[in-house]
C-alpha cells in the first residue's frame, strides 16, 4: 500500500486491506472505514507496551517523617520519590496551617512546595527522580520566618 501525495492510496492488485501501526484502513467499494484500535489491553511502560498488571518496578512505603529524611537510590534503575503532608501541627497564629516539603538530589533542590499563609488547611506534595545510586534529602520545616518547627510528611518510593 503506497499513500500518494495527492491523498489516494495506491493498493497492490488482490489486496483489500492494510494495517498501520495506529489506524487498520479497509478498502472497499463503499466509503473507507477507519478502525481506531482500542487500547485498553496494555499499557506503555518504558517505551514498550504490556499487557495490563504488569509492571518492571515497585512501590515502598519509606516510612513517616517529621524535619528531615535522608536516603540513597540502592537499586541498579531510577528511584522515584513521592512524599506529602508537610506540615507543623504546632500552635496557632503564623505557624498555624503552614506547610514546607523540599526535595534534594545530591545536595540539589529539585523539588519544592511551600505555603506560609496560616488562613487556611493544606498539604504539600514534591515528587522528584533520584538515579541509581545518588542520595535524596527530604526537608520540612514549615514558615521557617517563624521558627514553627519541624514538618511531618509521608515518603513512597517506584524503583524501576
Keep these: 500500500m503506497t499513500f500518494l501525495p495527492d491523498g489516494h492510496v495506491a493498493v497492490a492488485p488482490g489486496q483489500r486491506h492494510a494495517v498501520a501501526e495506529a489506524v487498520t484502513i479497509w478498502l472497499s467499494p463503499a466509503p473507507i472505514f477507519f478502525h481506531v484500535p482500542d487500547w485498553h489491553g496494555g499499557q506503555c511502560q518504558s517505551g514498550v507496551w504490556r499487557t495490563s498488571g504488569s509492571s518492571n518496578g515497585s512501590y515502598s512505603n519509606l516510612g513517616s517523617h ?71 534529602q527530604i526537608t520540612s520545616y514549615p514558615a521557617q520566618n517563624y521558627s514553627c518547627g519541624s514538618g511531618v510528611f509521608s515518603v513512597f518510593g517506584y524503583q524501576t
Design 66 to 136: 517529621r524535619g528531615s529524611f535522608t536516603g540513597r537510590n540502592t537499586g541498579s534503575g531510577t528511584l522515584f520519590v513521592y512524599a506529602s503532608g508537610g506540615n507543623g501541627g504546632s500552635a496557632g497564629g503564623d505557624c498555624a496551617n503552614t506547610s514546607r516539603l523540599q526535595g534534594y538530589v545530591a545536595g540539589a533542590l529539585i523539588s519544592t512546595n511551600a505555603s506560609n499563609n496560616p488562613s487556611y488547611g493544606k498539604t504539600a506534595f514534591i515528587s522528584f527522580a533520584v538515579p541509581a545510586g545518588a542520595t535524596y
